[in-house]
């Protein structure tokens, strides 16, 4: 029997469609491939969630989860392979096992684009961030780096300045790819530093980050130098979690993101897409519920109509 709404990732945009799906009557059902939760359960403190300061990103979690079982929301573990449209809907390879659903809504995330540099793993949540939104104000009167060219790292450079005694910019080449007004911007403020050039070598610290070794590129003999920093911002990109929606035609992405409408409805009929997974400008745990109440309602309401 098909699942009426099937939801693929358990972080904050799917358990809070699930949560908005189930009140409206439907027993929605989430394929989550590890732990509900999403990025969340890598911070180490939220504190800018409406209502709930200073919580641990993993007890958000749980309680999301919880609120969602309470509900009735049933949560399957495996990985989505791929999705197909079938005759009632959607066909969902879950590692093998076929499953169908009616309607889907697809909040399978993004994952922050890793430097692969010594130290970044172990300092993540300790100096290493992916979020200067989310952890800024651990570091304020504090000197960060920023590492990245792009719209993202300027913006966070600039977020920081406001915050932070100095931001270092780090990047591999001589110019931004930002654009020119976040350029001009980042060029006045009078804290924010300029290595560029150049690549990070390692993230080094005790129990949390204390320092970034960065090398010139240009010129291979020349140590690396060590600054000293309370924390690294990696900005270089993310990666849409959405290999698995390939061969689903015709659907439409941009860079691997779902474009949507302010219903959170792609252009395939009762296919939704909610929180990271979306294009959007800004991915927080706020905007990731936002969109899951809505897709969550939208479907129901999809549902609904073909009834």
Request: hydrophobic fraction near 45%; charged fraction near 20%.
């Amino acid at each position: 029997m098909a699942v009426e709404i099937g939801i693929i990732g358990g972080g904050p945009a799917g358990l809070t469609a699930a949560i908005y799906a189930a009140r409206a009557g439907y027993h929605p059902v989430i394929w989550e491939a590890a732990s509900c939760g999403g990025q969340m359960l890598l911070t180490h403190e939220i504190e800018n969630y409406p209502g709930v300061p200073n919580v641990s990103g993993m007890d958000l979690a749980d309680s999301m989860t919880a609120q969602a079982q309470a509900l009735g929301v049933e949560i399957r573990y495996g990985l989505i392979q791929s999705v197909a449209q079938g005759a009632d809907g959607f066909i969902l390879d879950v590692e093998g096992t076929l499953e169908t659903c009616r309607a889907l809504i697809v909040a399978s995330g993004a994952d922050h684009r890793k430097l692969g540099a010594p130290g970044e793993e172990k300092f993540t949540g300790r100096g290493v961030s992916y979020c200067a939104v989310c952890d800024g104000r651990f570091f304020a009167q504090k000197d960060v780096a920023v590492v990245g060219g792009g719209n993202t790292a300027l913006g966070d450079a600039l977020y920081l300045s406001r915050i932070c005694r100095s931001v270092t910019l780090i990047h591999r080449r001589d110019a931004f790819r930002a654009d020119r007004i976040l350029v001009d911007r980042a060029q006045k403020a009078e804290n924010i530093r300029y290595c560029l050039s150049a690549r990070v070598e390692e993230i080094v610290g005790d129990e949390r980050v204390n320092g970034v070794r960065v090398a010139e590129i240009a010129d291979a003999d020349k140590p690396a130098q060590t600054l000293p920093v309370s924390a690294v911002f990696i900005a270089v990109g993310n990666t849409p979690q959405t290999g698995f929606l390939a061969s689903l035609s015709p659907l439409t992405m941009e860079g691997g993101y779902i474009p949507t409408d302010d219903r959170c409805a792609s252009n395939v009929p009762g296919l939704f897409a909610a929180g990271d997974v979306r294009v959007k400008s800004l991915r927080q745990v706020a905007t990731a519920v936002s969109d899951g109440a809505v897709a969550g309602v939208a479907a129901a309401e999809y549902i609904e109509h073909l009834r």
